[in-house]
């Protein structure tokens, strides 16, 4: 069963071509360089419901796009899931629901990936928070469209970590 959108993209004023955060702005706020930076812009924050809409401009440039596949260059599910990632991580530190230096993964589920996605291609992003454990963790439900179409959808937990956090 597909779910609903977390946002109906038909009835919000987007502009995709000035957003709220350009790159720029995005790395004030997320650490990822380089070949990691996942998210090209956020178009839309929804502070009452805590959700916004982002979106990766997909080029022909991409990391993956020699070795994923040669000759047909499909999106890694596991890349599309760091974009949705990146746009909630933005929106989590941003508004400071975690503590910590960084924001990483606490877990995934009900992932699922509904159609490939290519270079070439814009895939607009949304996520909106589901829970919060103050400080310790923040649950958000994401969603990935490329010209309308449901491409992937998921939630994921965010969780904090520190500089002088140690692996035992």
């Known amino acids: 069963m597909r779910p609903q959108p977390i946002y109906d993209l038909d009835q919000l004023d987007l502009n995709f071509d000035k957003p ?6 995005i790395r004030k706020i997320n650490p990822q360089r380089h070949e990691m930076e996942q998210l090209t812009g956020v178009v839309y924050i929804d502070r009452e419901n805590d959700g916004l809409i982002g979106f990766k401009d997909i080029t022909d440039q991409e990391f993956w796009i020699q070795g994923h596949m040669p000759g047909f260059p499909l999106m890694p599910g596991v890349v599309l899931c760091e974009c949705a990632a990146q746009l909630a991580g933005f929106y989590a530190r941003k508004y400071q629901l975690l503590a910590g230096d960084f ?5 995934m589920s009900d992932v699922r990936f509904r159609a490939p996605v290519f270079p ?8 909106k928070v589901e829970s919060v454990r103050a400080g310790r963790r923040a649950e958000f439900a994401f969603q990935g469209y490329v ?5 992937f959808s998921g939630t994921m937990i965010g969780v ?3 500089r002088d956090q140690k692996i035992d």
């Open 20 to 25: 709220l955060y350009d790159i720029n702005e």
């Open 120 to 127: 070439n291609s814009r895939l607009v992003l949304m996520a």
């Open 147 to 151: 010209d309308g179409k449901l491409v």
């Open 160 to 162: 904090p970590i520190h």
């Open 103 to 107: 924001l990483g993964f606490g877990g």
